[in-house]
T-cell receptor, first 112, second 115 residues
Framework: QKEVEQNSGPLSVPEGAIASLNCTYS??????FFWYRQYSGKSPELIMS????GDKEDGRFTAQLNKASQYVSLLIRDSQPSDSATYLC????????????FGTGTQLKVEL | GAVVSQHPSWVICKSGTSVKIECRSL??????MFWYRQFPKQSLMLMAT?????????EQGVEKDKFLINHASLTLSTLTVTSAHPEDSSFYIC???????????FGQGTRLTVV
């Protein structure tokens, strides 16, 4: 079974610090990788997408992908209390078209 | 991105009744839409892929006769939970992936409570 693994947390960081969220996946053929933010009671919101090895930066967010290690991460710089949410890692499946497999999410708490 | 509208946001129904949830793609024509279910403290689980003008494709373990999907137009897909029971209480969310891209954009979700 194709799986996406995340530490459930909660991950607590002080305001202004860097939050590091990690995700591993089992399907070596996966080509597309996404990070979603989900506030409690709300639907997921796309934060970052990454398709090739290396880093991709967008504002305070940096996604990192290492296909050889089957590992994708999200760094949040200058963390704010408004970043407190659950972050979901999602991966496309080999031969699955646009179907996404989600991890269980990491709860992030940014403390004042 | 894509703008997806889902209705209703929440619904409470009696056990044994049916509930219809609508998912609308507001800014592009979606030949495919996806329906997910999320139980508390769990991740999103894909239930089915809704295909415009043809039958939906259901994931393993999802009862197609219980979760009826209709995708009659390029902007609207509906999910009907038939004969709902308390164990069907969950957060149902639809998504679209515009222009063949794999990025998924979600509706607001529907909180279903069956009493």
């Amino acid at each position: 079974q194709k799986e996406v693994e995340q530490n459930s947390g909660p991950l607590s960081v002080p305001e202004g610090a860097i939050a590091s969220l990690n995700c591993t996946y089992s399907d070596r053929g996966s080509q597309s990788f996404f990070w979603y933010r989900q506030y409690s009671g709300k639907s997921p919101e796309l934060i970052m997408s990454i398709y090739s090895n290396g880093d991709k930066e967008d504002g305070r967010f940096t996604a990192q992908l290492n296909k050889a290690s089957q590992y994708v991460s999200l760094l949040i710089r200058d963390s704010q209390p408004s970043d407190s949410a659950t972050y979901l890692c999602a991966v496309t499946s080999t031969g699955g078209g646009n179907k996404l497999t989600f991890g269980t999410g990491t709860q992030l708490k940014v403390e004042l | 991105g894509a703008v997806v509208s889902q209705h209703p946001s929440w619904v409470i129904c009696k056990s044994g009744t049916s509930v219809k949830i609508e998912c609308r793609s507001l800014d592009f024509q979606a030949t495919t839409m996806f329906w997910y279910r999320q139980f508390p403290k769990q991740s999103l689980m894909l239930m089915a892929t809704s295909n415009e003008g043809s039958k939906a494709t259901y994931e393993q373990g999802v009862e197609k006769d219980k979760f009826l999907i209709n995708h009659a137009s390029l902007t609207l897909s509906t999910l009907t939970v038939t004969s709902a029971h308390p164990e069907d209480s969950s957060f149902y969310i639809c998504s679209v992936s515009p222009h063949g891209n794999t990025e998924a954009f979600f509706g607001q979700g529907t909180r279903l409570t069956v009493v």
